[in-house]
Structures are given as C-alpha cells and as structure tokens.
C-alpha cells in the first residue's frame, strides 16, 4: 500500500510565490506517475501536472505559465512551485500516485490520494 501526503500549503498575498510539498510512504517502489490537483471553492477538482520517474511532465495550459513541477531524486517526492499567484489559485491542492506512468495514469488514472493542502491568496 501507498500513502501520500501533501505539506506547504498556506496564505499568501496575490502576486506572491509558494512551493507544495508531497511524500509518498509504504510501497514506494512501486509507484510510477506522481501528480498534483486542485479543487477551488464551488468547483470540480481539476489536473495541474503529473511527473513520471524520468522526469518526463503532463501538464496543462494554464499550469504550464505558472506552475513548475519537480521530483526529487529519491523519486518519492513530488514539489509544485506557484508563481504570480491570485485570487483564483485558491483551493485544496491534493497529490496522488499511481504504479504506471503518466501517459497512463494522469489525471484520470490514479490510485493513491492524500488529504489535501489548503492554499489561500488574500488581495
């Protein structure tokens, strides 16, 4: 089994930066696809980016002007860096994992889920 759990999330000030941290622990040599969602307020939780162990990253348009996601060289540890953050980038922000790669697994396929980290951009 897999758990995963997310850390960072915090308030911010619109225009300012935040880096989100996630772990995976228990059977952490099976895990291939590791990616990060948000759920702003009133909406459906949506794909930000997802990173395989070589690196290679799925990421949205809008993620994309933003949003960098990183790996560490362990490979059971996924950061997302926010840039120019604004009122919209408020939300839960959750990691998740999968045991296949990203082609496969993200957004739609994957497996292990944490709790959540709440990200809020005051004006």
């Known amino acids: 089994q897999v758990q995963v759990a997310e850390s960072g999330g915090g308030s911010v000030q619109a225009g300012g930066s935040l880096r989100l941290f996630c772990t995976a622990s228990?059977?952490?040599?099976?895990?291939?696809?590791m990616g990060w969602f948000r759920q702003r307020p009133g909406k459906t939780r949506e794909a930000i980016a997802g990173?395989?162990?070589?690196?290679?990253?799925i990421a949205t348009d809008s993620a994309k002007a933003r949003f960098t996601i990183s790996r560490d060289k362990n490979q059971n540890s996924v950061n997302l860096q926010m840039f120019n953050l604004n009122s919209e980038d408020t939300g839960t922000y959750f990691c998740?994992?999968?045991?296949?790669?990203?082609?496969?697994?993200?957004?739609?396929?994957?497996?292990?889920w944490g709790d959540g980290t709440l990200v809020t951009i005051s004006t």
């Open positions: 228990g059977y952490t040599a099976s895990i291939g696809c």
């Open positions: 990173i395989d162990t070589d690196g290679r990253i």
């Open positions: 998740a994992a999968s045991p296949v790669d990203c082609t496969l697994a993200y957004p739609h396929g994957m497996d292990y």
